[in-house]
């Protein structure tokens, strides 16, 4: 059975960093791409970022780049998201994903990140 | 990126069929046959009801399914059942490599 469970978040204040993991399981972690998607209390989800199978390649939505770094770990079936520079608006349950051929597999629980003073 | 546009409600009687709307751009939608939909219910994450416009994942009821036409995809379930009301989101690849979702549409049954 697949499993992703995030972990990581939580409070942080404006301008704060924080890194988010989703340890991987029932699946071979190294064949596949990830996501991170993320949504707003009460609002719909928003994607930020995917990586491929070796961490060689990775995208950004406009709204995180070059404050957000996605990576993985795949001796240890593990996925990043490190986010820096925090701002109110990226408060967010942020959900990973495993990524099939232009789709969003299987999804975890997601993490909540508040961002507040 | 704007997000995609989809109605903010749907609803309908059991035993009805409703459609959603997805209507992005052709640097999205119009432009890739990589339009999936995913369902949410409250409190619940994200589950992948439909890919590649019309295909259903193993273990999605055969009342899913979904068609594009130009720069707008749809999402139709037949024979509503209680245990589809659920927020409905479309999303698809973009000629930007990213990915960008629709604005979510909250489907009751009535």
């Known amino acids: 059975e697949v499993q992703l469970v995030e972990s990581g978040g939580g409070l942080v204040q404006p301008g704060g960093s924080l890194r988010l993991s989703c340890a991987a399981s029932g699946f071979t972690f190294s064949s596949y791409w990830m996501h991170w998607v993320r949504q707003a209390p009460g609002k719909g989800l928003v994607w930020v970022s995917r990586?491929?199978?070796?961490?060689?390649?990775?995208s950004y939505a406009d709204s995180v780049k070059g404050r957000f770094t996605i990576s993985r770990d795949n001796g240890k079936n593990t996925l990043y998201l490190q986010m820096n520079s925090l701002r109110a608006e990226d408060t967010a349950v942020y959900y990973c994903?495993?990524?099939?051929?232009?789709?969003?597999?299987?999804w975890g629980q997601g993490t909540l990140v508040t961002v507040s003073s | 990126q704007s997000a995609l546009t989809q109605p903010a409600s749907v609803s309908g009687s059991p035993g009805q069929s409703i459609t959603i709307s997805c209507t992005g751009t052709s640097s999205d939608v119009g432009g890739y046959n990589y339009v999936s939909w995913y369902q949410q219910h409250p409190g619940k994450a994200p589950k992948l009801m439909i890919y590649?416009?019309?295909n259903r994942p193993s273990g999605v009821s055969n009342r899913f399914s979904g068609s594009k036409s130009g720069n707008t995809a749809s999402l139709t379930i037949s024979g509503l059942q209680a245990e589809d009301e659920a927020d409905y989101y479309c999303s698809s690849y973009t000629s930007s490599t990213t990915y960008v979702f629709g604005t979510g549409t909250k489907v009751t049954v009535l």
């Open positions: 990586i491929n199978t070796d961490g060689s390649s990775t």
């Open positions: 590649d416009v019309s």
């Open positions: 994903a495993r990524a099939g051929t232009y789709k969003m597999e299987y």
